[in-house]
């Protein structure tokens, strides 16, 4: 899940790094089973929480008053822009101090903003921290409009004084975020509907929050019996429980009851997925973007050929798709397959449990091909209190990792002992955090924030040495098969799934571009093709699916989700490239995560040793999903 708006003023500096995690299952140790209560199980309130369990972040402010001090003094900072208005062009000396006011400004809203975020994300209930992180954006939003003049007087002085610009002592440490300023040239607008467009990051980011406060606070479940005779409070972050479950009945019902929810709010979603995509559009159009998919790519540098070329690979592998799902039907003894249906073990006798602790010891060994620093400094950032480890109530749902230049980089999990793909999950989230710390020690602030296309990579890159690691030890064809299901449904999840999201909204922008509004209908029949598309023709669509494409918080943040699918098909060939070679292939991988944002996204990758203009690493993925298909049909 990513954050950085919150933290964003002008742009000319580093933001927060927040990255989700996708949908993976690994076999650890067993362990006992809870004792079983007869009652509902609930949720414990956030201050029934062992403190032992929770991050701490004192390593950004001690507690709320620290933070309201700091928020004070900072506030009082932000007139300070004025001295500088209309005075860019003077020197390059006034331009360099300028920078440097505003990268103080960006620092301090950086442990601000991450501070207030995550207290929201310990409780989206409690007014305390709504109020702290709607103050903060209310002044974020002020120094984005008091700094809004930064960008047009820059890109407004002549080729020449430009040049002179970037030639000069005073603007050497700058002279990269100088040069990605003038990239934006064709983009930027004057100085008065700059400030305009800065004056409506609040209410830009309007639909996001509705769709966070609906989704996150206000829906309700209803409790589901599970395999084993007990009443649980049916909830975000169990819901993959309940569909991993080997009663098919329990998976059934939790999905319907799931989405009946949706279902009783499908209109509401409805204008408000809308409302996202307009508003995309809508920026897209006003800074003269061919499209707001171009405008969504422009920042990374990445060229449309990138997208469409996942979209046409994946296409050309979707029949090895359908065959898997009709293995998992007939080793499944099913007539026929359902969505709810694809997520338990096609074996589910290998079912285990798992600890907190033995989740991290597993990921350890998986990841010595990194060595003794990096592994140490992520175990003890796991067993210590990087991580927020269980779901509350109104606690936010899924996972992300919040790397901040000042902070612990700290991880938010919904940890439950009974869903093996959690342990992949904490390895994800690990990756992205220790992204964090070699790019936060590696980098200033100005280039220590990377692209969300590059935290992909380092976080499914711990999840491949981890199936592989899982692999080389399975005992018998049984525990192998095991394996590759989790892999197979790993590749499918993260590379074909995120797939099937990115094309969903390449569509939904180009209906809002040709004038087609995303009516509920509209929305619905844009998805269900999609879903026959990906599914094939012999998998069984139940209505419920059609809204699935309402509850999936990426699509707030647009053209988002295509960067699982790149990263995870880098991971896979950098996992090859640094376990199969010596100390260059691992020192060009730390290169990758010592980067920050000192290059574009493409260029750190090739520099890593992998080149995502073309479709080779995302072929080389689905090769390894097509073996691990016909393996699997054939050890089962």
């Given at each position: 899940?990513?954050?950085?708006?919150?933290?964003?003023?002008t742009?000319l500096?580093?933001?927060?790094?927040?990255a989700?995690?996708?949908?993976?299952?690994?076999?650890?140790?067993?362990t006992?089973?809870?004792?079983?209560?007869?009652?509902?199980?609930?949720?414990p309130n956030?201050?029934?929480v062992?403190?032992?369990?929770?991050?701490?972040?004192?390593r950004?402010?001690v507690?709320?008053?620290?933070?309201?001090k700091a928020?004070?003094?900072?506030?009082?900072?932000?007139?300070?822009?004025?001295?500088?208005?209309?005075?860019?062009?003077e020197?390059?000396?006034?331009?360099a101090?300028?920078?440097?006011?505003?990268l103080?400004?960006?620092?301090?809203a950086?442990?601000?903003?991450h501070?207030?975020?995550?207290?929201?994300?310990?409780?989206?209930?409690?007014?305390?921290?709504?109020?702290?992180?709607g103050?903060?954006?209310?002044?974020?939003?002020r120094?984005?409009?008091?700094?809004?003049?930064?960008?047009p007087?820059?890109l407004?002085?002549?080729?020449?004084?430009?040049?002179?610009?970037l030639?000069?002592?005073?603007?050497?440490?700058?002279?990269?975020?100088?040069?990605r300023?003038?990239?934006?040239k064709?983009?930027?607008?004057?100085?008065?509907?700059?400030?305009?467009?800065?004056?409506q990051?609040?209410?830009s980011?309007?639909?996001?929050?509705?769709?966070?406060?609906?989704?996150d606070?206000?829906m309700k479940?209803?409790?589901?019996?599970?395999?084993?005779?007990?009443?649980?409070?049916?909830?975000?972050?169990?819901?993959?429980?309940?569909?991993?479950?080997?009663?098919?009945?329990?998976?059934?019902?939790?999905?319907?009851?799931?989405?009946?929810?949706?279902?009783?709010?499908?209109?509401?979603l409805?204008?408000?997925f809308?409302?996202t995509?307009?508003?995309?559009?809508?920026?897209?159009?006003?800074?003269?973007?061919p499209s707001?998919l171009e405008?969504?790519l422009?920042p990374?540098?990445?060229?449309v050929?990138?997208?469409?070329n996942l979209?046409?690979?994946?296409h050309g592998?979707?029949?090895?798709?359908y065959?898997y799902?009709?293995?998992?039907?007939?080793?499944?003894?099913?007539?026929?397959?359902?969505?709810?249906?694809?997520?338990?073990?096609?074996?589910?006798?290998?079912r285990?449990?798992?600890?907190?602790?033995?989740?991290?010891?597993?990921?350890?060994?998986?990841?010595q091909?990194?060595?003794?620093?990096?592994?140490?400094?992520l175990?003890?950032?796991?067993?210590?209190?990087?991580?927020?480890?269980y779901?509350?109530?109104?606690k936010?749902?899924?996972?992300?990792?919040?790397?901040?230049f000042?902070g612990?980089p700290?991880?938010?999990?919904?940890?439950?002992?009974?869903?093996?793909?959690d342990?992949f999950?904490?390895?994800?989230?690990?990756?992205?955090?220790?992204h964090?710390?070699?790019s936060?020690k590696?980098?200033?602030?100005?280039y220590?924030?990377?692209k969300?296309?590059v935290?992909?990579?380092?976080?499914?890159f711990?999840?491949?040495?981890?199936?592989d690691?899982l692999?080389?030890k399975?005992?018998?064809?049984?525990?192998r098969?095991f394996?590759?299901?989790?892999?197979?449904d790993?590749?499918?999840?993260?590379?074909i799934r995120?797939?099937?999201?990115?094309?969903?909204?390449?569509?939904?922008?180009?209906?809002?571009?040709?004038?087609?509004?995303?009516?509920?209908?509209?929305?619905k029949?844009?998805?269900?093709?999609?879903?026959?598309?990906?599914f094939?023709?012999?998998?069984t669509?139940?209505a419920?699916?059609?809204?699935?494409?309402l509850r999936?918080?990426h699509?707030?943040?647009g053209?988002?989700?295509?960067?699982?699918a790149?990263?995870?098909?880098?991971?896979?060939a950098l996992a090859?490239?640094v376990?199969?070679?010596?100390p260059d292939?691992?020192?060009?991988?730390?290169?990758?995560?010592?980067?920050?944002?000192?290059?574009?996204p493409?260029?750190?990758?090739?520099?890593?040793?992998v080149?995502m203009?073309?479709p080779?690493a995302?072929?080389?993925?689905?090769?390894r999903?097509t073996?691990?298909?016909?393996?699997?049909?054939?050890?089962i």
């Amino acid at each position: 899940m990513d954050r950085r708006d919150f933290f964003r003023v002008t742009g000319l500096g580093a933001a927060a790094t927040v990255a989700g995690h996708s949908t993976m299952i690994v076999p650890t140790t067993a362990t006992a089973a809870p004792p079983e209560p007869t009652a509902v199980k609930r949720l414990p309130n956030r201050d029934e929480v062992p403190v032992s369990d929770t991050w701490d972040l004192s390593r950004l402010y001690v507690g709320d008053e620290a933070w309201e001090k700091a928020f004070v003094a900072w506030t009082e900072q932000i007139v300070g822009y004025a001295a500088f208005q209309g005075k860019l062009s003077e020197s390059p000396g006034m331009l360099a101090e300028c920078i440097c006011f505003n990268l103080d400004i960006e620092r301090t809203a950086d442990r601000l903003g991450h501070y207030a975020m995550l207290k929201t994300a310990e409780d989206q209930a409690n007014s305390v921290y709504q109020r702290m992180m709607g103050r903060f954006t209310q002044a974020a939003s002020r120094a984005g409009q008091a700094a809004s003049f930064i960008r047009p007087e820059i890109l407004a002085l002549p080729s020449e004084k430009l040049d002179e610009y970037l030639k000069s002592p005073e603007l050497a440490p700058y002279k990269l975020l100088l040069t990605r300023i003038i990239r934006y040239k064709p983009h930027t607008l004057g100085e008065k509907e700059e400030r305009l467009l800065a004056m409506q990051s609040e209410m830009s980011g309007a639909p996001s929050k509705i769709f966070r406060q609906l989704q996150d606070a206000d829906m309700k479940f209803g409790a589901v019996t599970n395999e084993k005779g007990r009443r649980i409070e049916l909830t975000h972050s169990n819901l993959m429980s309940f569909l991993t479950s080997p009663d098919r009945k329990v998976r059934e019902t939790a999905f319907h009851k799931y989405f009946d929810q949706y279902e009783a709010h499908e209109h509401t979603l409805a204008a408000t997925f809308n409302a996202t995509v307009q508003k995309d559009v809508y920026y897209a159009k006003a800074r003269e973007y061919p499209s707001a998919l171009e405008a969504a790519l422009f920042p990374d540098n990445v060229p449309v050929s990138v997208y469409d070329n996942l979209i046409d690979s994946i296409h050309g592998h979707l029949p090895t798709l359908y065959q898997y799902f009709d293995v998992r039907r007939r080793k499944m003894g099913l007539k026929d397959i359902h969505f709810y249906d694809c997520y338990v073990p096609i074996l589910t006798e290998q079912r285990t449990t798992h600890t907190w602790n033995e989740a991290v010891e597993a990921i350890m060994a998986a990841l010595q091909p990194l060595g003794s620093e990096y592994c140490g400094v992520l175990e003890k950032g796991l067993k210590g209190r990087w991580c927020d480890r269980y779901a509350n109530r109104g606690k936010q749902s899924g996972a992300f990792s919040a790397g901040s230049f000042d902070g612990d980089p700290y991880i938010l999990m919904n940890y439950k002992p009974d869903v093996l793909d959690d342990v992949f999950t904490l390895a994800h989230e690990g990756g992205h955090s220790m992204h964090s710390y070699y790019s936060t020690k590696s980098q200033p602030f100005a280039y220590y924030d990377y692209k969300i296309f590059v935290a992909e990579v380092a976080s499914t890159f711990n999840e491949t040495l981890l199936n592989d690691y899982l692999l080389d030890k399975a005992r018998d064809n049984k525990e192998r098969a095991f394996l590759l299901n989790r892999e197979i449904d790993a590749i499918r999840g993260t590379i074909i799934r995120q797939t099937m999201f990115a094309e969903f909204e390449k569509l939904a922008h180009a209906s809002v571009e040709s004038n087609e509004p995303l009516t509920l209908d509209r929305i619905k029949e844009i998805y269900h093709g999609l879903l026959k598309l990906y599914f094939g023709p012999e998998f069984t669509l139940d209505a419920d699916l059609d809204l699935e494409c309402l509850r999936i918080p990426h699509f707030y943040r647009g053209f988002y989700v295509y960067k699982y699918a790149t990263g995870m098909s880098a991971a896979m060939a950098l996992a090859d490239r640094v376990t199969e070679g010596g100390p260059d292939e691992l020192k060009d991988y730390f290169g990758f995560l010592q980067g920050g944002c000192s290059k574009d996204p493409l260029d750190l990758l090739r520099g890593a040793g992998v080149n995502m203009e073309k479709p080779a690493a995302v072929d080389k993925a689905l090769a390894r999903f097509t073996r691990n298909v016909k393996e699997l049909d054939s050890l089962i």
